[in-house]
């Protein structure tokens, strides 16, 4: 076999390899999908501290944050239901 015949074997190997890992990503890529079955599609209403302070939380902190919503009008902007 001459050099030029097992290069071209070479590149065809690597071909071939490239294409069967491309296939197998993109058809496993379905599974990798976010899950939003179950989930609601509006996002939740209402103060949600967990974004903010986990689990470094206190009264301290919790009061700290009302006093804003209270001075900045925000308290009065709320839709009751």
Do not use: C
């Not at 294409?19 to 496993?28: C, N, S, V």
């Amino acid at each position: 076999m001459s050099g030029f015949t097992a290069a071209l074997k070479h590149i065809y190997l690597l071909m071939k390899k490239t294409i069967i890992a491309l296939a197998l990503l993109a058809a496993t890529s379905g599974a990798m999908a976010q899950k939003t079955e179950g989930l609601v599609m509006t996002p939740p209403m209402g103060w949600n501290s967990w974004n903010k302070f986990h689990t470094d939380i206190d009264e301290e902190k919790i009061r700290g944050v009302v006093d804003v919503l209270v001075e900045s009008g925000l308290r009065d902007a709320v839709i009751s239901m």
